[in-house]
């Protein structure tokens, strides 16, 4: 019987372990095809972008900043020279579709605080995402930079904007995991040697990590050519291979070498591992998919890459798990200790009884006072999770961008120039509903009194539209350019674009409130003209947009986590107060580190160590969404190690009293090796460049290591011990009472 299992789990192995090779070279590749840019599907926002494409047939409708210092005034002749030689070389760029500077737009708006001046540059792409283009623009600029400098040594030409930005922060994103991996991989390594004391144990998980990392940057490089997926799948399938990988490899193992310890051989020991470890790991896995999977129901292209690379890294790590290592453990058999470190005793059964006593003896003292037990390791960390009503998940204060880049650099130019809300503009696209702007008197003067409203606000700095431009003259509207009657009119001439910079003293925050405000107050009462319609684009309607998708799907992602999670226990357990009790631990764990995330990052005590000096006084709105969906089905991994050891231990015949002290004798040291492997590769990103990533890295190893000591090691057992036979109820604990006679007659 175990040679039939043993070939046919060799078949499977080699099956899955030639497809993971197969996927390895496109791993290498995937980065180029994921999006920096955030698309929030039926978005007001995208709509405006639509539109712009569509209906107006914008040059502009991407467009990036280049940024121009060290040259003489742009409304002096020497000046205008030099910018000429600029802008005909960009209009010799392949991919440029508009170039708009002072020479073709005679406006103030071009003529910064200081001298400097700037080049609107609008972007089409047909060979990828537009973002490709930015290298040949750098080089452009490099170029043209050093053509200039002969006469004018003091030039310098940056671009910013959103898509350099946005490139930017993949180069941080990337940047962010290779410093994570070369921190965690040795530190993970000097754990898990730690751990078997073997290098060959070790190793084992470590290779089970890296090759579900690549498995999953591979197959969503192949989705990212029909589907927008995010640069965070790069940093979430790092982070959560390298966790997931290595536990889900460090329990398979610890059971096997526990077999091999109990005297049974290497083919008898890889079929104990797999059947108990399989089962338990399957059960983890799905509690942790079904996190992910609720995070595709929300219409938002970073937040559903976040979903997709979870469920792939989470599947991929189950399945090399229960093949692979059973497969490799099978050859290796006791040479399994192959590599001993010298300061490390070999593993044998005294060595295990002495740990497992340990804990052990723990496991009595809880079950022997559980309503103290309770109170001891709940309230701190009630305290900790009162925090949470303070939780504030509006856009973060101070200047969280990547400093040394040069998009950042030239933005910061560009708010010296007194313009940098050329960047943060709002694009807002007004229709009227019979009337045309360009052909008729009531549209051109509609436009007129949105356009002068909009500017008479204290929040606003210009507002440039097709009346400012013609300088509210409709008969001149024939002298404009091609291009700037398809930038701010569309096609029909009913519709028309307004650019709203505002004030350099107005928040992202405030922004944010200002977009809300139009769209509530409306285009009738802006405009005057009843069945008009308005739309609010760009940066800031974005932002809104975003935030008010999250705050309305979170109650729905929540519930979808905990129903789904619910029912994969209770089919698991067949035990609704073991799943229940589960549920609502999670719960707790879940609440705990969002109050240390609200009382490190978000309030700044201590978060100078994690280079947030003073606080964000916010959390990103995505960072709660996410960080639940991930912490959630983590922090059930160790809550069914734990149940599933107890529920063995019954089924062996053990009383309660004695099972809760077994199951953590068993188990306690597996979950303190994997937790703290785990707080290691979650923290690792805690000290990276990009702060969503950082904000998401202490979250999930705060609530780990509150998972794996206070709530599993004190507050799970307790429980379980003030349930007595209620944890196997309805049908758990009439499985326990059989199996002994089942066990008997085979």
Request: proline share 5%; aromatic share 6%.
């Amino acid at each position: 019987m175990i040679i039939a299992m043993d070939v046919r789990r060799f078949w499977v192995s080699g099956i899955v372990l030639t497809a993971a090779i197969a996927l390895l070279p496109f791993s290498f590749h995937a980065e180029r095809h994921l999006e920096t840019a955030t698309r929030v599907e039926g978005s007001q926002a995208e709509t405006v972008r639509e539109e712009l494409a569509s209906r107006f047939r914008s040059p502009f409708v991407d467009r990036v900043v280049l940024v121009i210092e060290g040259l003489p005034p742009a409304d002096s002749e020497e000046g205008g020279q030099a910018l000429e030689t600029i802008v005909a070389g960009l209009r010799e760029q392949p991919g440029v579709s508009g170039v708009v500077s002072y020479l073709e737009l005679r406006d103030p708006i071009f003529l910064g605080r200081g001298g400097g001046t700037f080049v609107l540059v609008g972007l089409t792409s047909t060979g990828g995402p537009v973002e490709s283009l930015v290298p040949e623009l750098h080089q452009l600029a490099s170029s043209l930079e050093n053509q200039l400098r002969g006469r004018y040594p003091a030039v310098k030409l940056e671009l910013t904007g959103e898509i350099p930005l946005n490139f930017d922060i993949r180069k941080a994103s990337a940047a962010d995991v290779h410093r994570g991996e070369s921190l965690v991989i040795p530190a993970t390594l000097a754990l898990l040697l730690l751990a078997f004391g073997s290098l060959i144990a070790a190793l084992i998980p470590l290779a089970v990590g890296q090759l579900a990392i690549a498995t999953t940057l591979a197959i969503t490089g192949f989705l990212a050519q029909r589907w927008h997926l995010s640069i965070l799948v790069q940093n979430l399938a790092t982070m959560l291979g390298l966790g997931l990988g290595i536990d889900y490899a460090l329990l398979m193992i610890s059971r096997f070498r526990e077999a091999i310890s109990a005297g049974h051989d290497g083919p008898a020991a890889s079929v104990i591992a797999a059947r108990q470890a399989g089962r338990t790991l399957l059960i983890s896995a799905s509690t942790v998919a079904i996190g992910f999977l609720a995070l595709l129901t929300v219409p938002i292209s970073e937040i559903r890459s976040i979903g997709v690379a979870g469920f792939l890294v989470t599947g991929m790590s189950v399945l090399l798990t229960n093949t692979l290592v059973p497969a490799a453990l099978l050859l290796l058999g006791p040479r399994i200790d192959l590599g001993r470190l010298p300061f490390t005793p070999k593993l044998d059964a005294r060595r295990a009884a002495r740990t497992g006593n340990l804990w052990r003896q723990w496991g009595k003292m809880v079950v022997a006072h559980p309503w103290l037990a309770l109170v001891v390791a709940g309230t701190p960390l009630l305290l900790l999770a009162w925090q949470v009503r303070r939780l504030d998940t509006s856009l973060p204060r101070g200047d969280w961008l990547p400093q040394a880049a040069e998009s950042v650099h030239a933005l910061h130019t560009l708010e010296r120039m007194d313009r940098g809300g050329v960047v943060e503009s709002l694009r807002v696209i007004v229709d009227l509903p019979t009337d045309s702007v360009a052909q008729t008197d009531a549209g051109w003067n509609a436009l007129d009194r949105l356009t002068k409203r909009l500017a008479s606000d204290p929040r606003c700095d210009r507002v440039i539209s097709i009346t400012t431009i013609a300088e509210n003259n409709r008969s001149s509207l024939p002298d404009l350019s091609r291009e700037t009657r398809r930038t701010f009119l569309s096609s029909d001439g009913r519709a028309a674009l307004l650019e709203v910079l505002p004030a350099s003293s107005v928040s992202l925050r405030d922004q944010v409130s200002w977009v809300r405000e139009l769209r509530k107050t409306g285009a009738p009462a802006l405009t005057g003209v009843s069945g008009a319609t308005l739309l609010v684009g760009g940066i800031p309607a974005l932002n809104a947009d975003y935030e008010t998708i999250i705050r309305d799907r979170f109650p729905s992602v929540m519930a979808l986590v905990v129903g789904g999670t619910l029912l994969a226990l209770l089919c698991g357990f067949r035990s609704i107060f073991a799943a229940v009790k589960a549920i609502a631990l999670n719960l707790f764990s879940v609440a705990a580190s969002f109050g240390a995330l609200v009382f490190v990052i978000q309030d700044g005590h201590g978060s100078s160590f994690l280079g947030v000096p003073g606080g964000t006084g916010s959390v990103f709105p995505l960072v709660p969404i996410v960080a639940f969906a991930i912490v959630f089905g983590l922090s059930m991994d160790y809550e069914v190690f734990l149940v599933a050891r107890v529920l063995e231990a019954r089924r062996s015949g053990l009383s309660e009293m004695d099972a809760i002290p077994e199951a953590l004798a068993r188990t306690a040291g597996l979950i303190t090796s994997a937790a703290a492997i785990m707080i290691v590769v979650f923290a690792a990103f805690t000290f990276g460049d990009f702060l969503v990533v950082k904000m998401i890295g202490f979250t999930l190893a705060v609530a780990v290591l509150i998972d794996a000591t206070l709530v599993r090691i004190v507050i799970g057992p307790a429980l379980l011990r003030i349930a007595g036979d209620w944890n196997w109820w309805p049908g758990g604990l009439a499985t326990a009472r059989r199996a002994p006679v089942m066990a008997s007659r085979e």
